[in-house]
């Protein structure tokens, strides 16, 4: 059974500072790492997704992964009140190719605070 | 391009009724899937399907059946609803072989009384 763990939150942050989520897997075969972002009441949509150690930065946002750690993260710079929501973190595993689709955690809620 | 669209958007059931939350695709997608959220907590997978005539449980199939006839469209049969199915379903594509990432529908809110 994958697992994979965030810390539930609430975190609050100041608007402008930077926002760290955290996650962490039970499974060392996982290949692909995934964040999300669900507004209240929306579907999750994609910020960004890692496969290799290391860091992968998009515009104000730094995903990060240490497969030795099985430990993924997401850095969010200079955050915005739109960024409040909940940030979920999800894995895909090797077998099958990840046929089986992704292991979500619970989410980290975020609250920019202006 | 309407992506991953699902219906009903809310819907209440009775004890003991049944129900299909119906998806579609438009994207070609292999892969498809269905997930529940309960308040708080995170998506939990409950089938999924690599292609047509193809399907396979996830971690919480119970009170639930699937079928897929054809590549865009995915129904899950709620049989004999229960409370404990009170949940937002989320319906996803995907295509087979990129990383991974999974295109949403808007979600199905189910309440069952």
């Known amino acids: 059974q994958k697992e994979v763990e965030q810390n539930s939150g609430p975190l609050s942050v100041p608007e402008g500072a930077i926002a760290s989520l955290n996650c962490t897997y039970s499974?060392?075969?996982?290949?692909?790492f995934f964040w999300y972002r669900q507004y209240s009441g929306k579907s999750p949509e994609l910020i960004m997704f890692?496969?290799?150690?290391g860091d992968k930065e998009d515009g104000r946002f730094t995903a990060q992964l240490n497969k030795a750690s099985q430990y993924v993260s997401l850095l969010i710079r200079d955050s915005q009140p739109s960024d409040s929501a909940t940030y979920l973190c999800?894995?895909?595993?090797?077998?099958?190719?990840?046929?089986?689709?992704?292991?979500f955690g619970k989410g980290t809620h975020l609250i920019i605070q202006p | 391009n309407a992506g991953v669209t699902q219906t009903p958007k809310f819907r209440i059931l009775k004890i003991g009724q049944s129900m299909t939350l119906q998806c579609t695709q438009d994207?070609?997608?292999?892969?498809m899937y269905w997930y529940r959220q309960d308040p708080g907590m995170g998506l939990k997978l409950i089938y999924y399907?690599?292609?047509?005539?193809?399907?396979d449980k996830g971690e919480v199939p119970n009170g639930y059946n699937v079928s897929r006839s054809t590549t865009e469209d995915f129904p899950l049969r709620l049989e004999l609803a229960a409370p404990s199915q009170t949940s937002v379903y989320f319906c996803?594509?995907?295509?087979?072989?990129?990383?991974?990432?999974?295109?949403f529908g808007e979600g199905s809110r189910l309440t069952v009384l």
């Open positions: 996803a594509s995907r295509l087979a072989g990129n990383t991974g990432e999974l295109f």
């Open positions: 499974d060392r075969g996982s290949q692909s």
């Open positions: 890692i496969y290799s150690n």
């Open positions: 999800a894995v895909t595993g090797y077998s099958g190719g990840g046929a089986d689709g992704l292991t």
């Open positions: 994207m070609n997608h292999n892969y």
């Open positions: 399907s690599v292609g047509a005539g193809i399907t």
